[in-house]
């Protein structure tokens, strides 16, 4: 006859028993959950992120844009959904948001940058060289960038895009202009012929001419002006009308 202990199965050596088995797992299931927690919680700040290519546009109205919280955890953060926000803002042309290893947003924007003023039925409104309308207002109060006349647009709203050719002719001509020359000039004149005239701010007549080879004139354009520095009051005119610019020297009085 056997005994109670006769019938007990036999323990395997090195085996752990079961209940340890299930205290591990829980343990190694409890650590899983605190971490995904940690790295989703909204309440610590998990990684970095960095902004590249902002000139005119901080880096608190970057974030604030993007929908980025205060407390920054990378893991939140959906790079698409961010890209769409950046880009419903007007001043942005382009904007791309990327992951960097270990735990870092790179938000990469290009601005727009306006160029002109232009009449509409309303008053004015400000066009970037893409011809995007930037800005409206009913009077200009500064005049940051030349004004186009001869032209005049009709009812047009912030974001709609210009396509009429000879205001197009003249974004082309400042589109290539740096923001140093582009302050120095107050006006584009486009003439009944579609002959472009440009004033600089010390009055000085820079004609244009035929909207052609519009790069190189921009070029000649940034060229002389810093060329001639602040001899622009003894000038009458500069013609880049011509493969060799000509420049006009006003005649001294005696």
Same mark, same amino acid.
């Given at each position: 006859?056997?005994?109670?202990?006769?019938?007990?199965?036999?323990?395997?050596?090195?085996?752990?028993?079961?209940?340890?088995?299930?205290?591990?797992?829980?343990? &190694?299931?409890?650590?899983?959950?605190?971490?995904?927690?940690?790295?989703?919680?909204?309440?610590?700040?998990?990684?970095?992120?960095?902004?590249?290519?902002?000139?005119?546009?901080?880096?608190?109205?970057?974030?604030? #844009?993007?929908?980025?919280?205060?407390?920054?955890?990378?893991?939140?953060?959906?790079?698409?959904?961010?890209?769409?926000?950046?880009?419903?803002?007007?001043?942005?042309?382009? &904007?791309?948001?990327?992951?960097?290893?270990?735990?870092?947003?790179?938000?990469?924007?290009?601005?727009?940058?306006?160029?002109?003023?232009?009449?509409?039925?309303?008053?004015?409104?400000?066009?970037?060289?893409?011809?995007?309308?930037?800005?409206?207002?009913?009077?200009?109060?500064?005049?940051?960038?030349?004004? #186009?006349?001869?032209?005049?647009?009709?009812?047009?709203? #912030?974001?709609?895009?210009?396509?009429?050719?000879?205001?197009?002719?003249?974004?082309?001509?400042?589109?290539?202009?740096?923001? &140093?020359?582009?302050?120095?000039?107050?006006?584009?004149?486009?003439?009944?012929?579609?002959?472009?005239?440009?004033?600089?701010?010390?009055?000085?007549? #820079?004609?244009?001419?035929?909207?052609?080879?519009?790069?190189?004139?921009?070029?000649?354009?940034?060229?002389?002006?810093?060329?001639?520095?602040?001899?622009?009051?003894?000038?009458?005119?500069?013609?880049?009308?011509?493969?060799?610019?000509?420049?006009?020297?006003?005649?001294?009085?005696?």
């Amino acid at each position: 006859m056997k005994t109670w202990e006769e019938g007990q199965p036999e323990q395997t050596p090195g085996r752990k028993p079961p209940r340890k088995n299930l205290a591990l797992l829980l343990l &190694a299931l409890a650590v899983i959950v605190a971490a995904f927690l940690f790295v989703n919680s909204g309440f610590f700040a998990v990684g970095a992120v960095v902004v590249e290519g902002n000139k005119y546009i901080s880096q608190e109205d970057i974030y604030s #844009i993007a929908g980025i919280p205060s407390e920054i955890n990378i893991f939140r953060l959906n790079t698409a959904t961010i890209t769409t926000r950046l880009l419903r803002d007007l001043r942005i042309g382009e &904007a791309e948001v990327t992951r960097q290893f270990p735990a870092t947003i790179v938000i990469a924007v290009s601005e727009r940058q306006p160029v002109a003023w232009i009449a509409c039925s309303y008053g004015f409104v400000q066009l970037d060289a893409q011809g995007v309308v930037m800005a409206a207002v009913k009077s200009i109060k500064k005049v940051d960038v030349p004004i #186009i006349t001869g032209a005049r647009l009709g009812n047009v709203y #912030i974001g709609d895009q210009i396509d009429t050719q000879t205001v197009q002719n003249v974004l082309a001509y400042l589109g290539e202009l740096d923001e &140093a020359t582009l302050g120095q000039l107050s006006e584009i004149n486009i003439k009944s012929a579609g002959d472009l005239v440009a004033y600089t701010v010390q009055a000085v007549t #820079i004609r244009l001419g035929p909207p052609d080879r519009l790069p190189e004139k921009a070029k000649f354009t940034a060229d002389i002006l810093k060329e001639i520095g602040t001899k622009k009051g003894a000038i009458e005119y500069i013609d880049l009308n011509y493969a060799s610019p000509y420049i006009k020297f006003r005649q001294s009085s005696r």
